[in-house]
């Protein structure tokens, strides 16, 4: 995949910016956030003794072949509906951000070469271009690396096969229209298009085009992190390529 040329990527360019979402400091949010944690701990606890009972059957003798089908499929959903509670929280907003100076000139090589294995390891093509003079960001760097997973993970689901994925990390300056304060970074993928009237629903709770395993709320995930991290996340989709754009602000 040729990387695109700068020029073509400007704030006029056809860029979708979903709104930030309130202030998760706000009473309200508080409420939902603290509602959401408490159930998600006891439908766990709940999960947790449908699988440990659904071992200690499965290990009895002389269970019957449909017997033994029956309650793995009980202990597999009720993990997986356990993993879902995890999900959850960093997609209601509910993880802690926990701010720290981050020197990108560092961060950024060690993250490309996760993400490139991400993504090889799934025989897709990868290619990435790292600015130079990456400069030190205020920010999360766990929940920064979360957002990143979740947009490549969803550009290897898109693209299956048929495309390639690529990674730009680019120092303020380089990207004509971007903001002067801002570090850039693309996300980009061939071999799939999102219908521009969908661009909003992407990032919305449980959005999926995709079957009944994949649970819609990656992107969800990403966007919610964003607005915490005060970071903005758009999206652009047009002749065949797929791009997510970063901005990340420096620290002042």
Known sequence: MSVVELTEIRK????????????QSSPTAQHHNALLRGLTHKL?????VVQGFSSLVLMQDGLDEMSQENLKHMKDAAGSASDLGEQILPAGGCSRVDLAELKLAEFVPMLINRLRSQVEKSSIPFESNVGQDLPVILTDQGKLRMILDRLVTNAVEAVGTRGDIAVDVLAPGQVPGSKSDCVDVFVRNTGSEIPEEKLLEIFQPFYTTKDSTHLGIGLST??????????DLGVRSVDGTTTFWLRLKVAS
């Open 12 to 23: 006029d360019a056809g860029f979708t910016f979903p709104e930030k979402l309130v202030d």
């Open 44 to 48: 766990n606890n709940l999960l947790a």
């Open 222 to 231: 990403a966007y919610v992190l964003a607005g915490q991290l005060d970071m």
